[in-house]
């Protein structure tokens, strides 16, 4: 049931955002050089590496880190990277990924290849086994403000209840936070 919902979900939202998507990559292309698309390295399903689609946010050449371990991630920044990350619109090109099953739309968010500390915690508590999400239990309490260890917590809470009904609820509860922009530090 929850691969048919990522399926449809993935596929309606792809006709929903093909034009606003196809606007955002021009405007990146205008105010920034380089491609409109970042295929980021992502740690998937028993810790396999997949590559993930986001637009692009940060200016070529920016170092391939969590952003919070920049000094100045602002910096980094293209022109409207700060719009799409506090949009989350920087996130529609995974619905690529939720479609060829790479992703879900709900699981705990992919670490980067690079995050072993993440990577390990979620290892021990058994997080690694889920497939990751577009959206998680842990983006909707705090996101990008949450240590990596409450991070993990949440991970596995989210392991433990898994449900429809819950999957639903963080969707739900997804949709209000963009719509607020709560819990972007960037």
């Known amino acids: ?20 998507g196809a606007i955002i990559a021009i405007c990146i292309r205008l105010t920034s050089p380089g491609p409109a698309i970042y295929w980021s390295s992502r740690v998937g399903k028993d810790n396999q ?46 619905l690529w990924s939720v479609l060829v099953g790479h992703m879900s739309l709900v699981g705990p968010r992919p670490a980067l290849f690079n995050q072993a500390d993440l990577i390990e915690l979620r290892t021990a ?4 086994r889920l497939v990751p999400g577009v959206t998680g ?11 990596i260890a409450l991070k993990v917590r949440y991970d596995e809470q989210y392991l433990q209840r898994m449900s429809f009904g819950f999957d639903l609820y963080i969707l739900l509860q997804t949709v209000k936070k963009v719509v607020m922009r709560s819990g972007v530090s960037h």
Do not use: Y
């Open 49 to 94: 590496l997949f590559d993930m689609p986001k637009f692009r946010t940060m200016r070529v050449g920016a170092p391939a880190v969590a952003t919070h371990l920049l000094a100045d991630a602002r910096s980094h920044l293209s022109p409207i990277g700060g719009f799409l990350r506090k949009t989350s619109l920087d996130e529609i090109p995974q």
């Open 1 to 20: 049931m929850k691969r048919g919902l990522d399926i449809l979900c993935a596929l309606m939202g792809m006709a929903v955002f093909a034009v606003p």
């Open 125 to 128: 508590a058994g997080v690694h």
């Open 137 to 147: 239990w842990a983006q909707i309490n705090g996101r990008d403000e949450l240590p």
